[in-house]
T-cell receptor, first 119, second 118 residues
Framework: GAVVSQHPSRVICKSGTSVKIECRSL??????MFWYRQFPKQSLMLMAT?????????EQGVEKDKFLINHASLTLSTLTVTSAHPEDSSFYIC???????????????FGPGTRLTVT | AQKVTQAQTEISVVEKEDVTLDCVYETRDTTYYLFWYKQPPSGELVFLIR??????QNEISGRYSWNFQKSTSSFNFTITASQVVDSAVYFC???????????????FGTGTQLKVEL
């Protein structure tokens, strides 16, 4: 159990266009989902925390108007990179925390990641 | 604020050697969790272990073992008899409960690239 999927796994888009990445918890409900960005040979950087039914909380330095996050249901969160530029090219990873499972509140289940290339 | 330090950027070993990956953490919280993840070239994070701050028992899982010492704020990871398939980036991470709610943020270390050669 506790499987998280991401779609697409890879995407190439042209500069100036927008791209949406989906994160789904397949077999559990996730009140909270997280979005990370990872540049080559670097660590994961938390971009934002997404709570179902409310606005996302963005980390300092992350442009909320550029990285739109929607968590409309307990199993789906989306990240939209608006007006993408080459510097947005990165590996985006989502994770989800399981809801209502005793002793599981510290656990995050990670998706396989989405590699975004902006040309 | 939380901080995780993985001082070893890259380690190269020959197959069958033992290798220890270091992790030092900082937090003022008394309740926290520590994690290790493996990230192979495919990019997907593989969960290895979770340890809470009240459990200092060392753990062994096959060729993997973990040494948690609160006195030195360290949570080191040892691979015994390393294999080529162990080649990956390994991340140590720390999680505490946020005061204002909204999810348990993970703070990652910078990772250690392990290369196991024949």
């Amino acid at each position: 159990g506790a499987v998280v999927s991401q779609h697409p796994s890879r995407v190439i888009c042209k500069s100036g266009t927008s791209v949406k990445i989906e994160c789904r918890s397949l077999d559990f409900q996730a009140t909270t989902m997280f979005w990370y960005r990872q540049f080559p040979k670097q660590s994961l950087m938390l971009m934002a925390t997404s709570n179902e039914g409310s606005k996302a909380t963005y980390e300092q330095g992350v442009e909320k108007d550029k990285f739109l996050i929607n968590h409309a249901s307990l199993t789906l969160s989306t990240l939209t990179v608006t007006s993408a530029h080459p510097e947005d090219s990165s590996f985006y990873i989502c994770s989800a925390s399981r809801t209502g499972v005793a002793g599981d509140s510290y656990e995050q289940y990670f998706g396989p990641g989405t590699r975004l290339t902006v040309t | 604020a939380q901080k995780v330090t993985q001082a070893q950027t890259e380690i190269s070993v020959v197959e069958k050697e033992d290798v220890t990956l270091d992790c030092v953490y900082e937090t003022r919280d008394t309740t926290y969790y520590l994690f290790w993840y493996k990230q192979p070239p495919s990019g997907e994070l593989v969960f290895l272990i979770r340890r809470n701050s009240f459990d200092e028992q060392n753990e062994i899982s096959g060729r993997y073992s973990w040494n948690f010492q609160k006195s030195t704020s360290s949570f080191n990871f040892t691979i015994t008899a390393s294999q080529v398939v162990d080649s990956a980036v390994y991340f140590c991470a720390l999680s505490v409960l946020p005061l204002t709610g909204g999810g348990n943020k993970l703070t990652f270390g910078t990772g250690t690239q392990l290369k196991v050669e024949l």
